[in-house]
């Protein structure tokens, strides 16, 4: 069955002005932007606006009498940036003021948000234009008034093919100087995406993502694991955060000091999800594997829920922008998505079902205290997941691991396999994502 998927994804693009009046124009563009996004935040936080609704209220009308020279949509986009600082502010004080005393004399409150040096200027749909004049793109932004700012955008072949047939949304621009401007464009795109009877199980964990691939093809199955160190890079500029919020004593330091490690943070966080997201998708692409993972919403579920433990898997891996990525890498490259129940898929025996905290011996060993079923605890998730995709049952034959189909009625028994990972990737071999522990389950 073929559905059609429309996916987004941001792409950076360096742009040069092509002349000394686009240049200025856009200077004057990002301070007037500033300030109305200044403008705008006084009123909200004067008047505690919450809704977007109220805002618009409330600084439309004063921002257009005071720059009617802008296009309409930076107006509006002005407040809404300004709307979002002020909704995050308040979000932080609810968490504070949520604080048990003690705390809150230790640490204090979040202070309001001020626009200083403002780099971004929000670019609506409406706004920009961009198009192919003699062999060169040239985005061209609507300033209002008649004033077009035009602008030469560098550009390398993959985006050549990552435009092609795709439209363009709300984008951003990004000064960084004079001489370095980059247009931030968001691109959507509908895509083909198949069903596969090959399949890629992943179980999400905290150090790694451990993998069942099960290939009908070749009529066998790869059990193996990606490390990562997203944990570690967390805890670290965790620790930062707490020592900064310490001895930091001055407000506004304090402030930029952790927006600048926060930033650090997100960014090489960001790299290992796409690392590891590519290099599962990848995989996948070569074998021809739809994607089989837990459901987001028993996530979401448990938050509610408030579970302590939970927290705690949230905090130290972003389970949510994980999922994010990788439904966006393999949608991207016509693979489906299957969602599977991953209620205690830790601690429930893959051949009999039965569920027991105590089968999980240790990190390393499962061991089933009804049927005596032994395995790597790592992948016990994995093979759980297979079996709630429904795709077929964990089963044991004459001392041996198969996987049988229910479709196909094929069956896939277990090897330990050579050390060599399903997929050539060199360039993940260095540090920090590494496959490791490879097993796989072939047709005996
Ligand atoms: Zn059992």
Request: charged fraction near 35%.
């Amino acid at each position: 069955m073929i559905t059609i998927k429309i996916i987004e994804k941001t792409i950076k693009l360096k742009i040069i002005p092509l002349t000394r009046t686009d240049k200025n124009q856009l200077l004057s563009l990002l301070n007037d932007y500033t300030s109305m996004i200044r403008e705008s935040l006084g009123i909200i936080i004067k008047n505690d606006v919450r809704s977007r609704k109220k805002a618009h209220e409330l600084c439309y009308k004063v921002l257009r009498e005071r720059y009617p020279h802008l296009h309409n949509k930076f107006v509006q986009e002005a407040y809404k940036r300004a709307l979002a600082m002020y909704r995050s502010y308040r979000k932080l004080l609810n968490k504070w003021k949520r604080l048990p005393e003690k705390k809150k004399r230790k640490i204090s409150p979040p202070s309001l948000p001020t626009v200083e040096d403002n780099k971004v200027i929000e670019l609506h749909a409406d706004t920009y234009r961009l198009e192919r004049r003699h062999d060169f793109l040239v985005l061209t932004v609507s300033k209002g008034n008649s004033v077009y700012l035009r602008f030469l955008v560098m550009e390398y072949s993959y985006v050549r093919r990552e435009l092609e047939g795709a439209k363009l949304g709300n984008s951003k621009m990004l000064v960084e100087g004079d001489d370095e401007v980059y247009l931030l464009l968001t691109i959507r795109k509908n895509v083909e995406v198949n069903e596969h009877r090959n399949k890629l199980v992943i179980d999400i964990n905290e150090d790694s993502i451990d993998c069942l691939l099960v290939d009908y093809d070749r009529n066998e199955a790869v059990l193996f694991s990606i490390g990562h160190d997203i944990r570690k890079i967390r805890t670290n500029y965790r620790r930062i955060r707490k020592s900064i919020q310490k001895k930091v004593k001055n407000l506004s330091i304090r402030d930029k000091l952790l927006a600048k490690y926060g930033y650090r943070e997100r960014k090489c966080v960001e790299d290992r999800l796409k690392k590891i997201t590519t290099l599962l998708a990848e995989i996948a692409r070569k074998y021809n594997a739809d994607l089989v993972r837990e459901n987001l919403k028993d996530l979401r579920l448990n938050v509610r829920k408030k579970s302590k433990q939970l927290n705690y898997r949230l905090s130290t891996f972003p389970y949510r922008k994980f999922i994010e990525y990788i439904d966006y890498k393999f949608y991207e490259r016509g693979l489906s998505v299957v969602e599977a129940d991953a209620k205690k898929t830790s601690i429930t025996c893959p051949i009999c079902g039965y569920v027991d905290k105590r089968n999980r011996v240790d990190k390393e060993t499962f061991s089933c205290r009804r049927c005596n079923f032994i395995f790597n605890a790592q992948y016990v998730a994995c093979l759980n997941l297979f079996s709630h995709s429904d795709d077929g049952i964990v089963a044991i034959r004459s001392g041996r691991l198969f996987l049988v189909t229910r479709k196909t009625a094929s069956v896939v028994a277990v090897n330990v396999a050579p050390d060599e990972p399903p997929i050539e990737m060199r360039w993940l071999r260095e540090k920090p994502v590494q496959v490791s522990k490879i097993l796989i389950i072939t047709k005996r």
